[in-house]
């Protein structure tokens, strides 16, 4: 009888090890602790809706056969020519901001490819523009020691393979077949991944009937196979709070709202500085105030920012977008030692105060005036010094029973969100959430 080589029957064992513990299935790919570690320390990323709709000033995709008709939209390619674009340009802008990533999107409903695609016309290089906007952002991006990141959606109108065509009508185009769709979204991923290498990817368009979970968990598989640690949020399957390979999704998105406190899983609040996430002329704007502290209980949510601005149609983002942006920037600076690689709690956010904790130390987000601020009492653990986190000490009182009490000024150091470093006796990200 052939003896069997010792390398072969490792490999044997190996495989029989796998299955078994699988039932049969191999292992599903999934995104390492380490990596989704390292993109929520980033804390803070710009998000971009951008695409031939900006010469309408509509919203991208959406007004899509409502204010634009369909033929109107799906031409406006030929018009589109942003010539002031400049990857370098908004990649600094989002530095000065103090954001950590971009993401673009690569794709909208709409369909348009801001890159040079090989699965579709419909996209940048047949349009008067010809350039990679997609791949000089990934340039820009790297240069200025941001990650970049890819918003794709799942849901393509103008792809005669997807099932619906417009926002307004449901039925099936004539010749959707969701197979043959899904296999052109995986060649428009592979050049996406394989030329760009995202940091994470975006997705998006998930709530239609024609997307299953069995199609998000086979794209989340092929994904992992051409990038291991990509990271992929939780709209590629069908949402909701369920995460990991089964779920097709690494982390929550609520959209619009901050995320509430959860220490358990991770998650990412996209908002837009704005009203609508394309460019929309004269859209308001939030406050600084209103920037800041949307930032501020992001990370003391234990979550993310995704912070959208809409570029105009020559290319440029506006100059009062800029100078917001570079506001926060400014309040990095001194304070975004409370925000980055920090974990959220042990207090959840509510209207006076957020805090964040790193080490041995909370930091206090103060958002409202008030002579005295406490804090209920964490047993065992004490405050050794209190001070603002811009210098200067602060007085206060501590008491097993009544908690922290300390005392404010008049006027806060910092209108948008003073903040206090308290050093404690203990670690303070082992501290269990501590209800307000
Ligand atoms: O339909 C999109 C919308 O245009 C925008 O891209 C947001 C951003 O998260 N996502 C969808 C709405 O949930």
């Given at each position: 009888m052939k003896k069997i080589s010792p390398l072969l029957l490792f490999v044997i064992l190996q495989y029989a090890s796998v299955y078994s513990q699988t039932g049969g299935a191999p292992a599903l790919l999934t995104t390492s602790k380490k990596a989704m570690d390292a993109f929520m320390d980033l804390r803070f990323g710009m998000f971009i809706h951008f695409g031939p709709v900006t010469l309408r000033g509509t919203e991208i995709g959406w007004s899509r056969n409502t204010q634009v008709t369909q033929n109107d939209y799906d031409s406006l390619y030929r018009e589109f020519d942003p010539a002031l674009f400049n990857a370098d340009t908004w990649a600094r802008t989002a530095k000065d901001a103090g954001m950590k990533y971009m993401t673009i999107t690569a794709k909208h409903h709409d369909g348009f490819c801001l890159w040079p695609t090989a699965v579709t016309d419909y996209n940048i290089s047949n349009g008067p523009f010809r350039r990679d906007i997609v791949g000089e952002l990934a340039t820009a991006c790297r240069k200025q020691g941001i990650k970049f990141c890819i918003y794709f959606t799942v849901l393509d109108w103008h792809d005669p393979y997807y099932y619906t065509r417009n926002s307004n009508d449901s039925s099936k185009k004539p010749n959707a077949d969701m197979d043959v769709f899904v296999g052109r979204m995986k060649s428009e991923l592979k050049e996406l991944i394989t030329r760009y290498h995202p940091t994470m990817l975006w997705f998006d368009?998930?709530?239609?009937?024609?997307?299953t979970i069995g199609y998000g968990r086979e794209l989340y598989q092929y994904i992992k196979k051409l990038d291991p640690d990509v990271i992929i949020n939780?709209?590629?399957?069908?949402?909701?709070?369920a995460l990991g390979a089964e779920a097709a999704g690494d982390y929550l998105t609520p959209e619009q709202t901050i995320g509430g406190l959860n220490m358990k899983q991770p998650w990412e609040s996209c908002i837009t500085i704005c009203n609508q996430w394309a460019w929309l002329p004269n859209d308001k704007m939030k406050s600084l105030q209103q920037c800041i502290q949307t930032l501020v209980r992001s990370a003391a949510g234990n979550g993310n920012l995704l912070f959208n601005v809409g570029p105009m149609m020559d290319g440029r983002m506006e100059a009062r977008q800029i100078a917001r942006l570079r506001e926060m920037g400014d309040w990095l600076k001194k304070y975004g030692q409370s925000i980055y690689s920090t974990k959220g709690g042990p207090y959840p956010p509510n209207n006076s105060f957020a805090t964040t904790r790193k080490g041995n130390k909370i930091y206090l987000h103060i958002f409202e005036k008030k002579a005295i601020l406490t804090l209920p009492p964490i047993p065992g653990i004490h405050i050794l010094k209190a001070a603002w986190m811009n210098g200067g000490d602060v007085s206060f009182t501590q008491d097993e029973q009544a908690g922290y009490k300390i005392t404010l000024p008049a006027d806060l150091p910092d209108p948008n969100s003073a903040v206090i470093v308290l050093e404690l006796?203990?670690?303070?990200?082992?501290l269990p959430v501590v209800s307000n």
């Open positions: 368009g998930n709530w239609e009937k024609a997307w939780n709209r590629l399957g069908k949402g909701g709070d006796n203990k670690n303070a990200e082992e």
